[in-house]
């Protein structure tokens, strides 16, 4: 969310969605080349906030003449031997970017407050008719950004892109961009103060200087309408254009060359039916290079065409009932010193060990995973769950908590819009049942589908016994209403009873709608054995997943579920010394990367149910 200008809507187009641009108005430059601004960065860590506020507690960049002396964006050096100047970027550490701060010095390791950085890059003049922005994959989590002394802007939330126009102030020549990260909690912020993972600080995605023509191609959308009649629709914006300007639409492999011109609103849109589509689909991942030009401007990427719905208890993938056989995934690496997942490598690493579970499906919990992974999971074949942070019990009845969710939901949304694999965007993870928390959901839910009619809508929700009936589990939540999928964590086994409570349980669902089991599980730290009985071995893990399988399989119209976890993640709140040590056990694959025995379970009734699958008449 930028403290910035409101949403504002450019017109809406057939049945597709409404278009909203950035809420800045500045779209998301993923796919333009730029200069990188990744690699080292001068650090200061400054837990008291000195660079930003005065001895008062005045925001200095509020004010009219911020000291030299103290105010870090400033940047400077001493201008004579006798000034104070008490701050040096030059010789002070670096951290490396993309990357969380906490994984690269052990002084860090716990550390949320403020750090400053600093990258100085050289750029040559810009021309008259050109434009300039500095774009962010993520920073967690408020970023205050200066470019050459001046403020740029603030942003707040730490899972989604951001960009600020910087052509007033680039300088032919040295500049220095400076940011105050600060990655403290807070109660009204998104997440809020509780969850159970790592709340890593720092620029956690690349980030890239993107020179553009004064219109430039700024957004973009294509949706397949129909497996049926393989008609794909969409749109191209151009910022700053008007009526008449010409846009081509090429997709060399299906032999289309389009063109059309801009709408007053600077949209050009289209429609085509290739011959021959290939739908993209986990078996058959299929992507077609799509190529927008406009100008001098050629922007280029894969998309994958496909349809998803329910109907009924079934979810419908182009026309065909499919079962999610997936796995949750946070954003976290286990080998190379952890942290968060930093590089496309180990986002593949990741993926690829789903795949190897015999995954056609991801839950990227609990909050928008990079660009990479995305991408990855379109040209792996794995649908995506894809989710905001709102998480727990955030604060529902206040409107700057709504505006920033809804600003994470519509930034995700915008970023990841034409990728294939996303089939489900999740609102919120296992909030609590109440007025102000469903009115806060009902909305998110409205302004997600205002922006996308092509994807199915969930949550995680929360089961609960049937009163007077301590085995009969219910989901009971007006949000059922709301969302395609009716999805729920449910930890029978391991914070409900033993693992054999598994067998006596039974389920009522009674929505028309597919049930969805979004986490189960338990932990085990890898390399502890013992008997299924005894808690923390991976015996007893194991045997909770052969309890677990079976009695998920009773439920009526399960469309699918995704235990909780792939692998080990750090949590603060996960202390039992010799067991967690600070990590959530509850992995099918440790924290330094050795599979559990949990995991040949589950990848054993996957590869069983995939055969099943592929046995089913076409
Ligand atoms: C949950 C949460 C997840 C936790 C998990 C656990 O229900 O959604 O974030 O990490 O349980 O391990 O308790």
Redesign the pocket.
Known sequence: MKQKLRLICLGCWAALVVPLLHADNIPDLFLHDGLSLNGEWKSIIDPYETGFYDYRREQRDLGKNPSRSETFYLDVKPADAGERVEYDFDTSPTLNVPGDWNTQRPELLYYEGSVWYRRKFDCAALGQAERAFIRFGAVNYRADVYLNGKKLGTHVGGFTPFSFEVTKFLKAGANSLVLKVDNKRAKDAVPTLNT??WNYGGITREVKLVVVPKQFIADHRLVLDSEATKVISGWVQIAEAGAGEAVELVIPELKIKLSALTDVAGRATFQFTPDKLKLWSPETPKLYDVRIIHGQEHLTEPIGFRTVRTQGKQILLNGKPVFLRGICIHEEFPLHGGGRVNTAEKARQLLLWAKELGCNFVRL??YPHSEAMTRLADELGLMVWSEVPVYWTIDWTNAATYENAQSQLSDNIQRDANRASIIIWSLA??TPVSEARTKFLSQLAAQARSLDTTRLLSA?MEKTAKPGAPNVMVVHDPLAEIVDIVAF?QYVGWYDGLPDKCGKVSWEIPYNKPAFIS?FGGDARQGLHGNKDQRWTEEFQADLYQQTLPMLDKIDGLAGFTP?ILVDFR?PRRVLPGIQDGF?R?GLISSEGVKKQAFSVLQEYYHKRAEAAAAQPK
């Open positions: 159970d993972w919990a609990h993870n296992e995680a964590n986490e909780w949590s959530n509850k």
